[in-house]
């Protein structure tokens, strides 16, 4: 059995902070430097996996020849594909072009003869992850297409007696709430599929479960709970197929993109027991004390699979796919109505990463109805700095439409929801709230969902510390500039250096 890595470092641009390696310290992680990001994650922090990420940015196709050639001695000593790991995130063929899926499988096929000729572990690739996956169809057309090009390169290129290995490992990303809560469903139409096709079922699946983009179109609460959901028909379908199956959570470190950072590791992992592996995205790793960071990474190589998954009961499960379905209805009954407003501050958010613009047809966008929402990160990091918290939309009048026992099935598989809640609440921003209030009287909606909350738990949503006044004090500014961009993105940058993320 490989080993399943614990932490995998991404390349989400969600820090405020510049990395803590980079030598011009303005935040901004181009291309040239993502290598060197790999290798600080690899050495530095002890991460086991890095996402290499072809999909929607523009991704450094020699990736595996400069780390063999500039870190030798590294990876003789520690073996890429089976000591570290290299994983790529292609793009979804259903949802944008693909000119960079096939450049991302050759790479895969060359790699390995470039390692062999190295005389290292071989293959140094084997997975990738399919972003946006809806169905078993799309995991086995990603193998079966990689299955022929590695024989079609064997044909060609037949000067090397040496054949390539033909199989892909697919990890599917599943980012709706629906086909999360659907993934045993897909899972056992995977595995029939895979055993028709090559003759045998996988020996494990790694399913990706998205935290932030669900969380855009249908709410925190209702993602968490989706969450929660998969983790346990994912525990339910190893059971009774015996195939394992290791989750992966992609989280951020603000509660809305899932609440994961380096303080808090056990909370998290206690949450969402079941997870195997969990990304340590950008402002993880720079937005927190570096020792922090390093302690946290080494606690979850040695703990996470200590904590089983939490099955919910045949009788609880119709019951929580209710409630999800409730947060998320409140949500999106409100989102379309203040989308409008937004948009500027969105645009505001500054750049960390070279990403691929959300336009032509080059790339995709997701949409509300008619709307554009823009990338989760940029939804949050907008929100958070005008002091209203997006995990409030929707989540009050969810709750007062929920019946007793409802409300105890949310509190039983979310223990941390009153902390939660009462850590969010710190940077709201009211006065900014009833100013928006009085220019779309939709924001009214997320003012009365944060009473009903504050009669929930019996608590009043303020700042406590004096960091969270000057965070409050740094979004009635951002308010007033919303119409000034370049004053906008600075004061973006510094309320998100003080919750220690962009968004």
Known sequence: MRKIPATMATQHPDNACAPYWEKDGDGFVSNYEEMDEAMSCYRDLGTEEFMWDFEGKYADEAVIDKLFSKFYTFFKKAPLGKEKFLTFRIPNIWEEKGYALIRALTVILTSEDFARDLKFHTPPLFEVILPMTTSAKQLLYIQKSFHELAKL?????????????????????????????????????????????????????????????????????????????????MSTFSKKSGIPSHP??????????????????????????????????????????????????????????????????????????????????????????????????????????????????QAYQRHMGKQALPRAINFTA?????????????????????????REILHKYYPFFTNDFLNVGRYLNTENLKKLTSLNLNWGLIEKDIRLLE?????????????????????????????????LSRLITESGKIRKSLG
């Open 248 to 361: 992966i959570i992609g989280a951020g470190s603000l509660l809305f993109r899932g609440g994961f950072n380096p303080m808090e590791p056990k909370k998290f992992v206690s949450q969402c027991s079941g997870v195997r592996t969990v990304t340590v995205q950008s402002a993880y790793r720079y937005d927190y004390p570096l020792a922090a960071v390093k302690k946290s990474i080494s606690w979850l190589e040695n703990n996470i699979a200590k904590f089983a998954a939490e099955i919910i009961s045949k009788k609880e499960m119709p019951i929580a796919i209710k409630i999800a379905r409730k947060f998320g209805r409140f949500y999106n009954e409100t989102l379309p109505k203040i989308l409008p407003q937004m948009q500027p501050i969105f645009k505001a958010v500054p750049r960390r990463r070279e990403r691929r613009l959300h336009i032509g047809f």
């Open 455 to 487: 009669k929930h738990l019996g608590t009043h949503f303020k700042p406590k510390s004096q960091n969270d006044q000057l965070h409050k004090n740094l979004t009635s500014q951002a308010f007033i500039l919303k119409n000034k961009p370049k004053e």
């Open 382 to 406: 907008a929100f958070y700095s005008i002091g209203v918290p997006p995990e409030f939309i929707g989540a009050g009048r969810a709750i007062y439409k929920m019946s007793k026992t409802e």
């Open 153 to 233: 390169k064997a044909k060609i290129f037949n000067h090397n007696p040496k054949k390539n290995t033909d199989y892909i490992e697919v990890i599917p990303l599943l980012e709706g709430i629906e086909h999360q809560m659907g993934i045993r469903k897909i899972l056992q139409e995977y595995v029939r599929g895979h055993k028709k096709y090559f003759g045998y079922t996988p020996p494990y699946i790694r399913p990706f479960l998205a935290r932030s983009d669900p969380a855009v179109v249908s709410g925190h609460l209702a993602t968490l709970l989706a969450n929660k959901i998969a983790l346990s028909e």
